[in-house]
């Protein structure tokens, strides 16, 4: 029997084919074809889909405005015996996909080589910014979620969550209308400079991100004067319980990125720089927002964001003013402030003005300064005395090294505290020398792309393994504090999460 089960059992990551289609001279034409990453939360945990033989799931959309259908065929299907059975893809597949999906294959075809809607097609919402690559433009699109139009594209391609991003959930739209208005929707699509036909749409999609706003509460900001109840109510008192005038965006805010997906066809070609980008540039140019964080990131996503966040804090400046403080003594015995081997001050202020969230801050600023330290004056290089070493570079790395390890202490300490003194210094050496070969793998990256962000863009999608994580962090929170009182990326619900891993140290 089981000789059976694998005669009539088939890989669903290779049996489902995702189809981009568009108008074609006579017929519609695939412009763009792929396989999902995964399918175990449609298909179970091993992938695999029993009762067919030559299986094929065919899962096509409209490259502008992503009409989805689903097109099931095989050779042979097993006949059931007893409670045995081939399973029910497209019953299976309700759950996943909108009704309209399920329409016939002929009749999808046809009414979508004979649709005139798409000549006069836009992506819903507002274009925020435009570039190009090789001589082809691409657009950025900007909606929220509460626009009907907007759901209507997310709600047919959400498909691709369970597809492409480990972890990840629908987002719904039976929230309340205030609710919905705090998602923002990010669409990517390339435009084309001739259409296949007259009444074709100029647009295809290449992807999309989505993005929570939260309150961000504001320490430094001003604290609003004291409420002195009266000692007494009269049966004349009135009470009004009407909500602030005020919209939630003009609240101070904190921005999350919740899913970022660039199709695989169009991966490692620059857009993932130029997207994430593009959503950066337009949350700095909201007053309101003063935070931007990412929701759970995988490990692809982590080094486009850590590639991206780097390159635009050497271009805007912000790294000329970092410098270690290498005139500082470090003593024999006891703590060396942090303070003392940095500005923190100028480090929070800096921090503020590009709006990123602590944790990420800081390792950025470490990455930095480790990059003006000499390779042959770091960590096993200096081992080798035929080098000259420089004794200001020595001591500039044996600082770098101390500011590292505060962090990754303070956040790291309830875990730590649980280990002998002997083993809490190893593993806490351990966990820097992670850090430090992350850092080192990242700066190379930076310096073997250049200005070519594909050397570089790390896929540009989530849901792919990579880097192994040393350490246990998330966005952590003000002033390095220890991990559970956090008020930076570390919320206590989760929305729409980008992608499920598993805590690790790092």
């Avoid at 049996?15 to 289609?21: C, D, K, Q, R, S």
């Avoid at 003594?329 to 003005?353: N, V």
């Amino acid at each position: 029997m089981a000789g059976q089960a694998d005669e009539w059992s088939a890989d669903a990551n290779e049996a489902v084919n995702v189809l981009l289609i568009q108008q074609g001279a006579s017929a519609p034409e695939a412009i763009a074809s792929f396989n999902p990453r995964f399918t175990y939360p449609i298909f179970g945990k091993e992938e695999r889909i029993f009762g067919y033989e030559g299986l094929s799931i065919n899962l096509r959309f409209a490259a502008h405005d992503l009409l989805p259908n689903l097109e099931v065929t095989w050779d042979r299907k097993f006949k059931t015996i007893g409670e045995i059975s081939a399973l029910d893809i497209e019953g299976t597949l309700s759950d996943w996909l909108p009704p309209a999906a399920f329409e016939k294959p002929v009749t999808y075809l046809t009414d979508v080589q004979a649709d005139k809607a798409g000549e006069i097609f836009n992506p819903p919402g507002q274009k925020i910014t435009s570039y190009k690559i090789k001589n082809k433009t691409f657009e950025v699109w900007r909606g929220k979620l509460a626009d009907p139009a907007v759901q209507r594209i997310l709600g047919r391609i959400q498909i691709f969550i369970p597809f492409f991003i480990e972890g990840g959930r629908y987002l719904s739209f039976d929230e309340p209308e205030w609710s919905l208005e705090r998602w923002t929707v990010f669409l990517l699509y390339e435009k084309l400079a001739v259409k296949p036909t007259p009444i074709s749409s100029a647009y295809s999609f290449i992807g999309y991100s989505t993005a929570y706003r939260y309150y961000f509460y504001d320490q430094d900001r001003p604290k609003t004067p004291e409420f002195t109840a009266p000692k007494a109510y009269t049966k004349q008192a009135r009470f009004d319980f009407t909500f602030p005038s005020q919209t939630a965006p003009q609240y101070h805010s904190r921005e999350r990125i919740s899913q970022f997906l660039i199709l695989p066809p169009y991966q490692s070609q620059g857009h993932g720089f130029r997207f994430y980008g593009a959503l950066v540039e337009s949350f700095l140019a909201d007053p309101s927002i003063k935070e931007i964080t990412v929701e759970d990131p995988n490990e692809a996503f982590d080094d486009l964001r850590d590639y991206c966040d780097t390159r635009r804090l050497r271009a805007n400046g912000t790294f000329d003013r970092i410098k270690i403080n290498i005139a500082v003594q470090i003593p024999q015995k006891g703590r060396l402030p942090t303070s003392s081997i940095i500005d923190k001050a100028l480090l929070q202020q800096l921090r503020l003005r590009n709006k990123i969230a602590p944790r990420q801050f800081d390792r950025l600023v470490e990455m930095h300064l480790l990059s003006l330290i000499p390779e042959k004056n770091r960590g096993a290089y200096r081992l080798n005395f035929n080098w000259k070493h420089s004794a200001v570079a020595d001591k500039e790395y044996d600082l770098w090294r101390l500011l590292v390890k505060q962090r990754l202490y303070k956040f790291n300490r309830q875990a730590l505290m649980q280990l002998d003194l002997p083993e809490r210094i190893d593993k806490l050496e351990e966990v820097f020398q992670g850090v430090e070969g992350d850092y080192v793998r990242l700066l190379r990256g930076l310096e073997l792309g250049g200005q070519d962000d594909r050397a570089v863009e790390g896929g540009g999608s989530n849901g792919s393994k990579g880097k192994k994580r040393f350490i246990e962090e998330e966005e952590g929170g003000e002033n390095e504090e220890i991990r559970g009182g956090s008020s930076g990326d570390d919320e206590t619900e989760k929305i729409g999460r980008l992608t499920k891993r598993p805590k690790a140290w790092r």
